[in-house]
């Protein structure tokens, strides 16, 4: 039993695909005599020709996925596409570098730690660049004196 037609205009009424379109092949003659779209209606109406629910992609495993990211899982050589400068720009490692460093010498002057007159040579220091880390900051002041 061809029931090509018959699909082709039910799909027209419901507004779906043809493949989201269900006919039941136990009213095999009811289904023949449908050739209007009024009959279609009725049809679809009785439950002879039945309209499949669409199909969603499930976000459950996207889900998960995210939460395991936040814990700061799948981070690893693996996943990573693009260079360094790429994923952490210059720009933004510089700030981090110079605020960490500024930071560690304004906790020092407050504390009093430090030498009348050498916090702003070293904060100029800090910004040409002369100091590779906080580390090798505290170096330089314990080495030339300038800590109490």
Do not use: C, P
Request: aromatic letters at 4%.
């Amino acid at each position: 039993m061809n029931l090509k037609l018959q699909k082709k205009l039910a799909s027209k009424v419901a507004k779906v695909g043809k493949n989201r379109i269900k006919v039941d092949s136990g009213a095999g003659e009811e289904l023949k005599e449908a050739i209007t779209k009024e009959d279609i209606r009725s049809l679809i109406n009785e439950g002879v020709i039945q309209v499949k629910n669409k199909e969603g992609i499930s976000r459950g495993r996207a889900r998960k996925t995210h939460t395991q990211k936040k814990k700061g899982r799948q981070r690893g050589h693996g996943k990573r596409s693009g260079s360094q400068n790429a994923r952490v720009d210059n720009k933004r490692t510089w700030i981090n570098h110079v605020r960490s460093q500024r930071a560690l010498l304004k906790s020092l002057k407050d504390e009093g730690k430090l030498k009348e007159g050498s916090y702003r040579e070293i904060y100029n220091k800090i910004k040409g660049n002369y100091f590779r880390s906080k580390r090798h900051l505290i170096l330089y002041l314990k080495k030339n004196n300038l800590v109490k």
